[in-house]
């Protein structure tokens, strides 16, 4: 079983390999199965990507597919690309078993890119997963804003 240190200690490290762009080896962090989805803004938590609108709803391919193309410079939303800082708290294993843990956490992300500065702040939820290490078998974070402006738009990942 997990205690919430050790779920801490690997949210903390996932945060800071997304703020230094180490993308690919963030990747890493993800089960070959894994999701990783962005609701649209004030979705409920039970939000269904088969039948709600979702601003990413990825498989692991799909996943793949883009830290590929945000490492490129032809990446024009992210070229050069976003300066950002995580900050993560309430981290509460909402349950776990031998195989799984339900993790919730509140986050805010600043992001910085050419003299502006935007918070995207919510909550994710994951399911982690242990095989030869912790991975993330799902992400899902969630924008707790109604809207997304002023941003408009999420080209980064959260």
Not at 32 to 51: C, H, K, L
Not at 70 to 78: D, I, N, V, Y
Not at 117 to 125: E, I, L, P, Q, V
Not at 130 to 145: C, G, T
């Amino acid at each position: 079983m997990l205690s919430r240190s050790e779920v801490e200690d690997f949210l903390f490290h996932e945060t800071a390999l997304l703020d230094a762009w180490q993308l690919e080896e963030w990747l890493a962090l993800f089960t070959q199965d894994a999701v990783y989805e962005v609701p649209t803004a004030g979705a409920a938590d039970d939000a269904d990507s088969a039948t709600s609108l979702f601003y990413i709803a990825d498989d692991y391919s799909r996943l793949k597919a883009r830290v590929a193309r945000l490492m490129k410079k032809e990446a024009h939303s992210e070229f050069p690309r976003s300066h950002t800082a995580r900050m993560l708290g309430n981290v509460r294993i909402l349950q776990q078993n031998a195989e799984r843990a339900e993790i919730r956490c509140t986050f805010i992300t600043y992001r910085s890119k050419r003299s502006k500065t935007d918070a995207f702040f919510g909550h994710h939820r994951y399911v982690l997963k242990q095989e030869s290490a912790l991975r993330i078998a799902s992400k899902r974070s969630f924008l707790d804003a109604d809207t997304l402006r002023p941003q408009g738009r999420v080209s980064i990942i959260l």
